[in-house]
Nanobody, 121 residues
């Protein structure tokens, strides 16, 4: 089975930085999109950033210029460098993997268990 495991969350002061990592295990096709989503208390889960296996990136307006997403295709990992953090960044961050049609393989979406990021003084 495909499994995603996040790490790197924690407590950080406003203006600080954190780096999240996600490791994917299992059999997956090399062409896919990986990304990070977050969900704050009382709010809907929202996209933070995505990156394709070809390196194309997409960021939410709220994090553009502060966050950087990256991936290592050989190791099936995706990272999220978060700088200039503020209280609005407090949320559970989820790693995501999205696959497309590959022969008889249907598209699928996989999620990690989430890692808590808390920005507080």
């Amino acid at each position: 089975q495909v499994q995603l495991v996040e790490s790197g969350g924690g407590l950080v002061q406003p203006g600080g930085s954190l780096r999240l990592s996600c490791v994917v295990s299992g059999s997956i096709f090399s062409i896919n999109t990986m990304g990070w989503y977050r969900q704050a208390p009382g709010k809907q889960r929202e996209l933070v950033a995505t990156i394709t296996s070809g390196g194309r990136t997409n960021y939410a307006d709220s994090v553009t210029g502060r966050f950087t997403i990256s991936r290592d295709n050989a190791k099936n990992t995706v990272g999220l460098q978060m700088n200039s953090l503020n209280s609005e960044d407090t949320a559970v961050y989820y790693c995501n993997l999205q696959t497309g049609w590959v022969g008889l393989r249907k598209p699928n979406t996989y999620w990690g268990q989430g890692t808590q990021v808390t920005v507080s003084s």
